[in-house]
């Protein structure tokens, strides 16, 4: 499970990174959430830590129109 902490400040990151939209906050945490899961799935397997260092490839992350249709759909990313 990733710390809440790391995933609150890579969604800061993102939405700072995106001119800082407003009433996006869901958005964020949950894109920042998805790209952190992907990234530690990805990285070590099962049972890795994640301290928030992880190397975020553009073919791995959902892209913002994937989470803006999870999000629609009422499911987590």
Known sequence: MIDE????????ALWE???CPEA???FYWYL?????ETALERSSGEGAVCDGKLD??????????EIKL????????
């Open 5 to 12: 902490s790391i995933i609150r400040e890579r969604a800061y």
């Open 17 to 19: 990174k995106d001119a």
């Open 24 to 26: 996006a906050d869901l």
């Open 32 to 36: 920042a959430r998805y790209q952190l």
């Open 56 to 65: 975020f490839v553009s073919g791995g992350a959902a892209t913002a129109n």
């Open 70 to 77: 999870l999000f629609r759909k009422g499911e987590t990313a």
